[in-house]
């Protein structure tokens, strides 16, 4: 289901992404390997200008920018269509989730289930395992209850999570910030990399929490407007460059800012970074959609991006196929994406491997994670 939001920008950052939709970096898509999932779903994200400082988007897939429910009430309310379609879908869900099997939790539950190690989060003790009460108390900057991401949420964005629609997204970000703490205390935090950011949900939140000099995202073009317009509106004094203004020496330590500096790239130019620059390298949930000749393409740029002992996060289904718009109607001719054939290097150190612990109490679907410590050196 396509969702949508507007969003007021300032003549600057109107005239960035205005000339950045002209330029040769949105237009030719060529080298930019969509996969089927993503040339469909690429096509639903539309946007469109509205007025001097207004431009409206909508999307699907990796489009979750949180937005205010009641507000977004009271349209669907003047659309009696959408009502009596939605009232249809609301009594057949009631309905069939009185006899369906297995029952999940809510979003915000499993968070706090988890962070305590509640037994139905299955919090084995072992070295193999996370053990997020031992490290909720030993680091007091991880987040232990759902009612403390609100806060910090709303500190940093002015928006209260229980009013928005997207709030299971932001959950699970905030899961990923919690991981990723423990192995980020005392090391080098100049550059992180994400590849596939959607909405930005997490390069957020972890810019906030870490404030690396320099944070890539590499996505489709049409994702980096989804990715820039969110991030430039929630921190607007941060700085950004987008894929027509990039240039490799905007890299070097000497020109980086205060702040977090936002460089946004469409594939094509990602053999313009130099090697062993980065420090955090992260795909979630845009690898297990991907074909598998790109997956592989990523891997290398990570591990050859990555500096020696840098860290490379990575969650994704365990298996999916990346499928077009009609898959129960037509053959799906790509095959699954398994994330243990992942081309992972050998070498490397394993710090995280298990699946994932907030998923499994809230959806079908296995979700590995993985933290390994990239060996770059003989």
Partial sequence: MKRGIKFKLNKNQMNLIKNYIH???????????YSPYWEAESKLLRFSFKGSNEISITGNSGFYVPANKYKLLIKKILDFDFLRKKLIFKIKSKISSIFSRPKYMSHMKAFDAVMSNKLISDPDLSDY????????????????????????YKEMTSMNLNLAEERSNIIFQYYYRNLLIPFLENKPKDVFLEVGAGSGNLALILANTFSPKIYLIIDLPEALINSYIFLSTKFPFYRYILPDQFNPKTLHKENNYKNTTFIFL????????????????????????????????????????GKDNSLFFCSN????????????????????????????????????NEISKLHRLVCADAVAIKLEKIKNKN
């Fill in 23 to 33: 330029s040769e970096f949105f237009k030719n898509k060529e080298n930019d390997n």
């Fill in 129 to 152: 395992r996370f053990d997020h009460l031992k490290n909720s108390i030993k680091f007091k900057n991880i987040i232990q209850k759902y009612k403390n991401i609100v806060k910090d």
């Fill in 266 to 305: 469409v594939p094509s130019q990602k053999n313009l970074i130099p090697d062993n620059i980065v420090d955090l390298s992260i795909n979630t949930h845009s690898f297990q959609e991907m074909d598998q000749n790109i997956i592989s393409d990523y891997f290398k740029l990570i591990y050859r991006l």
């Fill in 317 to 352: 289904r365990v298996e999916k196929i990346p499928t077009n718009n009609n898959p129960y109607t037509e053959i799906q001719v790509s095959p699954p994406n398994n994330f243990y054939h992942y081309p992972w290097q050998k070498r490397n150190e394993t710090l995280i």
